[in-house]
């Protein structure tokens, strides 16, 4: 077995991240909200879609739901994700994070389990509808919920390979 | 854990000569991160949609720092973070990397880990948590490991030794267990865990 190098390296972050110039912290934070700010309507947009067209695809009332991809799922599912920046304090991201774990699940089963689909899309039109509204305890209850039956169901998502 | 002292809303930055590669295969969320790091005055930023045109960009330029999502179809951010430590040229090979990720889950930041990422960041992504990030890799400036198995910053931040099963390679290595997993996704806390935090107050 060879031996480990370990040495110091000169970034160029490192050498001038701190150089006369620049912004404040709060500045920097500042302009950063107002730059995002211009995408707020397009993601709100993106989540309501998103959640539509999984209902479209892979809701109870799709009749070809068990011939759609796997990975298609997945990408909306990680839309919502990218998106719920813009609708904070709902854990509509949590509720879609945990619908990208089981959909990788089933993607490694090849198998859907409908029950657990169903209701992982349940929770995301609560969430989106209510989940501004009701206290962070229910809405943890919710996530919990759906990672129970996830485990309980599916699989333990950590035995699954990154 | 090292303390690299807290940050003051009044403390300042200098991004404007960093290059910034951020990688996506999604356009909203390569154009949230671009509008982020935009924000804090960077000049220098290239976007790309697919590892192979991140492989041509950072075989041509100077990239000072990336972002990258994780999972794409086909080479995915792994493919691209691992190229970089191991094929790319200097200095690029060096760059600090971030990962950002919807999928949390303990094997997901661990490969991100392993392939030489200096952290992983939960999406939905916030300017406080990504400026946060930057500052620490700044400061800190962790060293880098070089060896047959693994290229990229410095894992081993809280002195536990050589995983388990490996004999250790350095002269203060000793033998431990880790932790047991815990749940399937990793609160941003306990991804930290792994990548080595310094308490930051922003």
């Known amino acids: ?26 500045d920097a934070l500042r302009r950063a909200d107002a730059a995002l700010e211009t995408m707020r309507g397009p993601c709100l947009e993106t989540i309501d879609s998103a959640i539509a067209e999984i209902e479209r695809r892979y809701g109870a009332g799709a009749a070809g739901r068990a011939d759609e991809p ?56 609560m969430l989106r509808t209510v989940g501004q509204a009701i206290g962070e305890r229910e809405r943890l209850d919710v996530i919990k919920g759906l990672n129970q039956v996830t485990r309980k169901r599916v699989g333990d998502p950590d035995a699954l390979p990154a | 854990m090292s303390n690299l002292g807290a940050l003051i809303s009044g403390e300042r930055i200098n991004l404007e000569r960093i290059s910034f590669l951020l990688i996506d295969d999604n356009q909203q969320s390569l154009d949230i991160i671009g509008q982020v790091v935009s924000g804090f005055g960077v000049r220098g930023m290239h976007k790309c949609q697919s590892v192979r045109e991140a492989k041509d960009i950072a075989s041509r330029m ?21 190229w970089l430590r191991h094929v790319a ?29 200096h952290f992983v960041i939960a999406k939905p992504i916030t300017p406080k948590i990504l400026l946060q990030r930057i500052f620490w890799i ?16 410095d894992r081993r931040f809280k002195r536990l030794g050589p995983p388990p099963g490996v004999t250790g390679r350095r002269a203060d ?30």
């Not at chain 1, 060879?2 to 912004?23: D, I, Q, Y």
């Not at chain 1, 774990?101 to 657990?116: G, K, N, S």
């Open chain 2, 62 to 82: 100077d990239i000072d720092f990336v972002i990258t999502n994780v999972r794409f179809s086909g080479e995915d951010g792994f493919d691209f973070l691992r």
């Open chain 2, 173 to 202: 290595d000793r033998a431990t267990k880790l932790r047991d997993e815990g749940g399937p996704n990793l609160s941003q806390d306990e991804i930290n865990a792994f990548m080595k935090p310094a308490k930051v107050n922003l």
């Open chain 2, 89 to 117: 040229n200097e200095p690029n090979r060096y760059a600090p990397a971030v990962m950002v990720t919807g999928d949390t889950s303990a094997a997901v930041v661990q490969r991100a880990r392993d392939c030489g990422a």
């Open chain 1, 70 to 125: 796997f990975g298609d799922l997945y990408t909306l599912s990680s839309r919502i994700i990218d998106a719920s920046i813009f609708f904070t304090g709902a854990d509509l991201d949590k509720a879609a994070r945990a619908l990208c774990q089981l959909t990788a699940l089933c993607e490694a089963q090849r198998a859907w389990d409908w029950v657990a689909i169903d209701l992982h899309l349940d929770a995301l039109r």
């Open chain 2, 138 to 153: 700044a400061r800190e400036n962790r060293l880098f490991i070089d060896s047959e198995s693994y290229k990229g910053p």
């Open chain 1, 1 to 26: 077995m060879s031996e480990a190098r370990k040495f110091k390296v000169e970034t160029r972050l490192s050498t001038h991240a701190f150089r006369p110039g620049g912004m404040t912290v709060a």
